[in-house]
């Protein structure tokens, strides 16, 4: 056996941890630029053995500032986002992160897990490092002491033969603008640890590296340059010249900061870069007067570690939506700062004496006295009493001593001493006013927040408060770190003013004061809503990703202390998360740096309730000994599920863990549970027991959260007021991240990039053979509704990581799906430009309207129904519900739960849709659930319906007679009545409107003519507020014009036997004397009657008789052989210049034959008689026509015989007339015929007579009238 005695025992190990220290140092960078130079590039960090990017979310100059010091490329000269040195491939690493600036890398930055982001690899971040150049402790980046970059290191330029030419580079170089002249020797510190060098300039050079440089052995005073800065500030209307409104200097013009989130860090960075002293306070709404011209800055979000206001985020420059009542002011200490504390109200005395801040040495003459001037004087109230514990470090600035006398209010009236022997500088903390108490809590870590203002103590009000504001109190109360942020008054109520209200803290400011909030005092609460926290007390996580994981700190013999990474495991991690309240310890190695505070060795048996019940030993400092650290699993999580993001809900409390009743259960509960885990939105809540019952505890108490927490611990928690809460009954919720596909990088969550998952490893999908069916299959999983559209090509921006393909087997329902995230996908061949998207719509149905068009507006997500609530509830909405249902366009978009209040959740709210949506759900809202109404304000819609085509009627057919009256009916089936009809023709100006009420209207034309003949169509059109619903084209119908004329009758009359008949043949006696008849029923007037023979034209005389009955007599006075033939009568008209002529009537067979001379005077005699009869019979059935309806006029044979007609000659006919009464509007119109002779023969049916003669006409030798 050997023995090592202790000394060689410490050796071996310091030599082991040395070696293995030199192992870390031999690995690979962490950290590199890929760019145009070793300095300037896009960030790339190294994971798991693999480079990936960093998002440029938050990414401001203090990160820039940590990645150029990382790689030793001097000062940071730019900030780039958007991908500025191009896309990155692969992993995207880091997002949100939020460096400090003082950060030795970045990843020691406050940032999201690795692998967690939301970006593409557009947004990849950049920076931009001066490469051969650094300034040193000045009061902003464009000011120092000057370092160059040589031969793989850093030396300092020594101010011998340093010129105005060499400053002029470097002010150029470094983006600063042009030296300042001064007349003093500017002082920035000194660095006597590297070489120094002299460096010779011609004055145009682009870089430093440009010129010569020589080493130089001899003493090196550092070389020191003030440039005018690219973007100065300044300070105006007041006191003096540390206060005043802050304005500053951009393309050639002054302009002010907006007070928009304008706080004390802010104000610390104007402060710095004004070289003014400590900021004391910052002031608001154009305190110092209101500027002019432009407003240059707002929403300025500053660390406090800038150089320079430009150089913290902001909305750009001129990008504002304020105006100069806003404008920001800041009041600086001008003659006393204190320098490197841990709080404004700490560190090292330094003090502003003719034009150069110098250091207080710590001599004989400072003492109590000073120090509470010091202090009152920046507004920290007195010095601690206990002050010798306190180090902040030394400073290369000149020392003086001070000698203090009479009454006097700033340090800067003491009178100053140089000391040219070095000295120890002056370190100083306050106890920071207004002081801050918790009140009524268990310990004097936990409680009702107040605060003293004007002497008297005030509460806090809850509005917006958070973790982060519950940080920023415990770490002011030195009470570790904060555990949960109280609400409602859960330490009591307390009494007095209500001080502070809407304190909105990053989480990094010394004092509650430093936050954003309203004036002191202006609050709209009262005492049921005062604020509390619970901090940690006695031990504190620094430098963690959250609140349960970082650097382990405890509170130790009056003090913080280290807990040092010897023997540290699972044990000792296990008591920190258990009096840390964060569950169980997940990991505890690895490193999240070191504090540089004191440390002792902890051993602890695991059951311990607090570091402090452990073992602690001290153990030899060195600086291989790194602190020890620990990521405990948090104070929830969930069991029995398919994966961490979903399953039951376990809740760590009073070191145990239990299961939550789900009584009160609700979409905030589970959202804070589902940000708390890092598994992104709920997807879905249970509250049976699908996951399990569990074991153990039981938590019954009510969990109210709002939805806006960071962990369930800051969630109110109390007893149910009236009953017991079912423990049968279980909490459990399915998250996002838990499921086996997502859509990501769009505003909606049922529409995006379809990525999916396989173990934690989320991937994107290739657009080959994806259709509408696999889409669904996706929104079928996710209970979106279904798909509507499945898009290609990147539609919703590139993914990262692995490509997979979208193979039937994995796409063809839910089960296969799931099956595949178990087991994995087929890897794709195709980059990110073919990512596969998908919209998803929820399923509509309107409630409780008079059809299936109008109603109340319900949506179903999640499988389950739910209504819209009314804020900024528009017709533009309206339209899109009622295109997605296929009930056309909207009438009304009713509010206020006009068809009744519906049941169950509201699942939208400020929907904000441009008209043009496929899907309601596709239109801007809050999210799902997200929403502050009651029933009573259930949106509803009112819509057209399908928008079906007017039809069209004619009457009394679509062939008329000319002259005719003629009916046209347009008719329309809508849910919404009330619009015009307008009838049109087609090839046609032809236009009538009506407007109606109803569902039809009709057109009537009085006599129809040629012109009126065409092609109609019927069109409908209904005028709502904002826009005219033009419905369908109706089919076209055809109206037919005609001129349709009846046979007319042909008869021959005898003068001496008094006789008019019509016999088919007849013989005349040479020499005598008769009558042929032409006669015809007929609606048109003003004829002409042909008589042929043998089909020529043997006479013609014009028609006469009256309204319908026309008649025209030939006579032949002396019948000779030649007048024998075959005769027939023609009736003809002209119409619109177009003549018509009937069909010629049967024909009469006329034979002459030889007669004696008295039968030709008894001839003569009767063709008179006759002609005198057939007058008389024309005149009196003219006269009875207008007698009264029944008479009728007979003509008997004087010979007691009745003379035989043809069928058709006694048809007597009825004449519809046309009411008087019927008003008629008839447009203009052009007339014409395509045959100018158009012919009766083209017409087959025979015009009929008038149908309201007052009688029969019979055609007898004697007329008798009967009544």
């Known amino acids: 056996m050997i023995f090592i005695s202790a000394e060689k025992l410490h050796f071996v190990c310091y030599l082991s941890i040395g070696l293995l220290s030199l192992s870390l140092l031999t690995k690979c960078s962490k950290i590199r630029l890929v760019g145009p130079s070793r300095c300037a590039g896009r960030v790339e960090v190294n994971y798991e053995d693999r480079w990936g990017t960093v998002c440029d979310d938050l990414w401001s100059i203090a990160n820039a500032e940590v990645v150029c010091r990382e790689l030793s490329c001097g000062s940071v000269l730019e900030a780039k986002k958007g991908a500025f040195f191009g896309e990155g491939k692969a992993d995207i690493w880091l997002d949100d992160v939020q460096c400090t600036g003082t950060e030795l890398s970045i990843l020691k930055c406050v940032h999201n897990p690795f692998g967690e982001n939301n970006c593409g690899h557009s947004e990849d971040a950049g920076v931009i490092c001066s490469e051969h150049l650094r300034l040193l402790n000045g009061t902003n980046r464009c000011s120092g002491r000057v370092e160059a970059y040589r031969n793989g290191q850093w030396k300092r330029i020594c101010r011998n033969d340093w010129e105005a030419e060499e400053v002029s580079v470097v002010c150029r170089e470094m983006n600063c603008g042009i030296p300042v002249t001064s007349t003093e020797v500017l002082h920035f510190g000194e660095e006597l640890h590297l070489d120094g060098v002299k460096t010779t300039c011609v004055g145009n050079e682009s870089s430093i590296s440009k010129c010569s440089f020589q080493e130089f052995k001899e003493s090196c005073v550092d070389a020191t340059v003030l440039c005018t800065n690219s973007k100065p500030i300044r300070l105006k209307n007041g006191t003096n010249r540390c206060t005043g409104r802050v304005e500053i200097y951009h393309d050639g013009q002054w302009g002010t900061v907006c007070d928009d989130r304008w706080g004390m860090q802010e104000a610390t960075v104007a402060c710095r870069e004004m070289n003014c002293g400590t900021a004391i306070a910052v002031r608001y709404k154009a305190f110092f007067g209101r500027g002019s011209a432009q407003v240059w800055l707002d929403d300025v979000e500053c660390t406090g570690h800038e150089k320079s206001l430009s150089d913290c985020l902001h909305r750009g420059f001129g990008e504002h939506d304020c105006d100069h009542n806003e404008d920001a ?120 927040v107040e605060i003293l203002h004007d002497g008297q103590w005030g509460t806090v009000c809850d509005d917006e408060w958070d973790i982060k504001d519950a940080e920023v109190v415990c770490r002011a109360m030195d009470c570790g770190t904060a555990q949960t942020a109280k609400s409602s008054a859960f330490f009591g109520q307390g009494n007095g003013d209500i001080w502070l209200d809407d304190v909105d803290c990053i989480g990094n400011e010394t004092s509650l004061l430093h936050c954003r909030h309203p004036t002191l005092g202006e609050n709209n609460c009262g005492h049921g809503e005062d604020a509390g926290v619970v901090c940690s007390a006695d031990i504190r996580l620094v430098n963690g990703s959250n609140q349960c994981s970082g650097r382990v700190e405890f509170h130790y013999g009056g003090r913080w202390a280290a807990a040092y990474n010897v023997n540290w495991g699972r044990n000792e991690a296990a008591v920190v998360c258990r009096e840390m309240n964060c569950g169980d310890p997940v990991k505890f190695s690895g490193s999240f740096g070191r504090g540089g505070l004191a440390g002792y060795k902890v051993t602890c048996v695991g059951g311990e309730r607090s570091l402090s019940q452990c073992t602690v030993g001290q153990y030899p400092s060195n600086n291989r000994i790194e602190d020890a650290g620990v990521e405990c699993s948090g104070n929830v999580k969930l069991s029995d599920g398919n994966n961490h ?29 589902c940000r708390q885990l890092g598994c992104g939105s709920v997807h879905k809540l249970t509250t049976s027991n699908e996951f399990g019952h569990g074991t153990g505890q039981t938590w019954i108490d009510q969990i109210e959260c709002n939805g806006m927490e960071s962990t369930l611990a800051q969630c109110q928690q109390r007893p149910y007021r009236d009953r017991t809460c079912n423990t049968t009954s279980i909490a459990g919720v399915i998250c996002a991240g838990g499921l086996e596909a997502r859509l990501v990088n769009n505003k909606d969550e049922c529409a995006g990039r379809v990525e999916v998952r396989h173990g934690n490893v989320w991937q994107t999908v290739c657009d080959t053979d994806w259709n509408l069916n696999k889409a669904q299959v996706v929104c079928e999983l996710l209970e979106c509704g279904h798909a509507m559209n499945a898009p290609g090509a990147a539609h919703f921006g590139q993914g990262s990581g692995p490509v997979v393909e979208a193979n039937p087997s994995c796409f063809d329902n839910v089960t296969s799906l799931q099956q595949c995230s178990l087991n994995g996908f087929r890897s794709a061949t195709c980059g990110h430009d073919h990512d596969a998207g998908v919209l998803c719509a929820a399923q509509l149905r309107l409630v409780g309207g008079s059809g299936q068009c109008s109603g109340r507006v319900e949506i179903h997500y999640k499988g389950q129904w739910g209504t819209v609530c009314d804020d900024e509830w528009e017709m533009t909405n309206g339209d899109v519900v009622c295109r997605q249902l296929g009930c056309g366009h909207a009438v009304s978009a009713p509010t206020s739960a006009h068809f009744g209040r519906g049941t169950g959740p509201i699942w939208l709210d400020n929907v904000e849709c441009t008209g043009q949506e496929a899907a309601l759900t596709h239109c801007t809202h809050p999210g799902f659930g997200e929403n502050n109404c009651g029933h009573g304000e259930d949106a509803g819609v009112i819509c057209l319906g399908a928008l079906q085509k007017p039809q069209i009627a004619l009457s009394p057919s679509p062939e008329v007679n000319w002259g005719e009256k003629v009916e046209i009916t347009c008719t329309v089936l809508s849910e919404q009545l009330g619009g015009t009809f307008v009838l049109k023709k087609t090839d046609d100006s032809f236009k009538i409107e009506k407007y109606s009420e109803n569902e039809a209207v009709t057109f009537t034309f009085p006599a129809v003519d040629f012109g009126h003949k065409g092609s109609y169509f019927c069109e409908y059109q209904k005028k709502l507020p904002s826009q005219v619903i033009y419905y369908p084209q109706g089919n076209v119908a055809e109206l037919s014009v005609t001129v349709k004329m009846e046979v007319p009758s042909i008869t021959l009359t005898s003068p001496h036997a008094m006789v008019i008949y019509s016999p088919d043949k007849v013989s005349v006696t040479q020499g005598s004397t008769f009558f042929v008849t032409c006669s015809t029923h007929s609606s048109y007037p003003g004829g002409l009657f042909y008589l042929t023979k043998s089909n020529t034209t043997a006479d013609m005389k014009t028609a006469f008789g009256h309204s319908i009955f026309f008649v025209a007599n030939f006579e032949f006075p002396l019948i000779e052989y030649e007048h024998q033939g075959e005769y027939t009568c023609v009736y003809a008209v002209n119409i619109s210049s177009l003549t018509f002529r009937s069909v010629p009537s049967k024909s009469l067979q006329i034979t002459v034959v030889a007669a004696s001379s008295s039968s030709v005077v008894l001839g003569v005699l009767i063709g008179v008689v006759v002609l005198l009869l057939v007058l008389g019979i024309g005149y009196f059935v003219w006269r009875r026509r207008w007698q009264g309806v029944g008479a009728m006029v007979l003509f008997s044979n004087t010979f007691g015989g009745q003379i035989k007609h043809d069928e058709e000659d006694r048809n007597n006919k009825m004449f519809n007339g046309r009411d008087p009464n019927v008003q008629v509007k008839e447009h203009g119109h052009s007339s014409g015929l395509d045959d100018k002779k158009a012919d009766a023969d083209q017409d087959n049916t025979v015009e009929r007579g008038p149908e309201d003669l007052a009688g029969r006409v019979c055609y007898e030798l004697e007329p008798l009238v009967v009544t």
């Open 329 to 448: 002011g800041v009041i600086c200490s001008d003659s006393v700062r204190l320098a490197n504390g841990t709080d404004r109200c700490s560190g090292r005395v330094e003090v502003y004496h003719d034009n150069s801040w110098v250091k207080i040495c710590n001599s004989n003459n400072w003492g109590d006295e000073e120090a509470n001037l010091v202090c009152r004087e920046l507004g920290c109230g007195n010095a601690k009493k206990t002050q010798q514990s306190f180090n902040f470090g030394e400073s290369g600035l000149k020392g003086y001593t001070n000698r203090c006398s009479g009454n006097i209010s700033s340090i800067g009236q003491c009178t100053l001493k140089e000391n040219t022997a070095r000295c120890e500088t002056v370190s100083l903390s306050c106890s920071g006013v207004p002081p801050l108490r918790l009140v009524n809590g268990t310990n004097r870590c936990s409680g009702r």
């Open 645 to 673: 993001c979903a399953g039951r809900v376990e809740y760590y409390d009073k070191n145990q863990w239990g299961t939550v009743c789900s009584e009160s259960w609700d979409k905030n509960d589970g959202m804070v549970v």
